[in-house]
T-cell receptor
Framework: NAGVTQTPKFQVLKTGQSMTLQCAQDMNHNSMYWYRQDPGMGLRLIYY???????DKGEVPNGYNVSRLNKREFSLRLESAAPSQTSVYFC????????????????FGPGTRLLVL | LAKTTQPISMDSYEGQEVNITCSHNNIATNDYITWYQQFPSQGPRFIIQGYKTKVTNEVASLFIPADRKSSTLSLPRVSLSDTAVYYC??????????FGTGTQLKVEL
């Protein structure tokens, strides 16, 4: 199992350019997430998808769009990149645990480092 | 979601036991306490989760007192490879996680 994979690993963009960050998981998880992490900060949720065909905004959705292409794939799109979007982007996935066995835990990908000039 | 407070940083030496305490005064009845570990240039990794009393796995132990207003992550006999950021989260009733800035643990020889 590869777990959660992300492409690309690193990207440099100019202000105003667009790009799509790709994420895929092979654990048959229902839920998928996109986070950003700025230097010295914790992770902040951008968007999440509780199941195939649904997406919801997280804490910092402005400037981003997402697509849950199928159960395995969840992409994040920057339509017009800004320097404030320079960050490390993490994708994660999870599935609920049986009742009484705790809350679902999230599995994270290796991250995409994005630099917007 | 519970707001958690934990120390910004801790230092230790190899072979010592490290205890990281997290405060979560407003934890909800259905919230679990979950800890994640993050190495530099990697995504966070789940370590341990508990609701009350003590939970132990191959990596760590988690102590949660009866009032559940705090919890302590215990790492036995740390090594250099345990140098990482450790996040304490209150999780319950959904799948949105709120990560604070975590505790930067530095282990030295």
């Amino acid at each position: 199992n590869a777990g959660v994979t992300q492409t690309p690993k690193f990207q440099v963009l100019k202000t105003g350019q667009s790009m799509t960050l790709q994420c895929a998981q092979d654990m048959n998880h229902n839920s998928m997430y996109w986070y950003r992490q700025d230097p010295g900060m914790g992770l902040r949720l951008i968007y999440y998808s509780a199941s195939e065909g649904t997406t919801d905004k997280g804490e910092v959705p402005n400037g981003y769009n997402v697509s849950r292409l199928n159960k395995r794939e969840f992409s994040l799109r920057l339509e017009s990149a800004a320097p404030s979007q320079t960050s490390v982007y993490f994708c994660a996935s999870s599935s609920p645990r049986p009742p009484g066995l705790g809350e679902e835990t999230q599995y994270f990908g290796p991250g995409t480092r994005l630099l917007v000039l | 979601l519970a707001k958690t407070t934990q120390p910004i940083s801790m230092d230790s030496y190899e072979g010592q036991e490290v205890n990281i305490t997290c405060s979560h005064n407003n934890i909800a009845t259905n919230d679990y306490i979950t800890w994640y570990q993050q190495f530099p240039s990697q995504g966070p990794r789940f370590i341990i989760q508990g609701y009350k009393t003590k939970v132990t796995n191959e990596v760590a132990s988690l102590f949660i007192p009866a009032d559940r207003k705090s919890s302590t992550l215990s790492l036995p006999r740390v090594s250099l490879s345990d140098t990482a950021v450790y996040y304490c989260l209150g999780t319950g009733g959904g799948n949105k996680l709120t990560f604070g800035t975590g505790t930067q643990l530095k282990v030295e020889l």
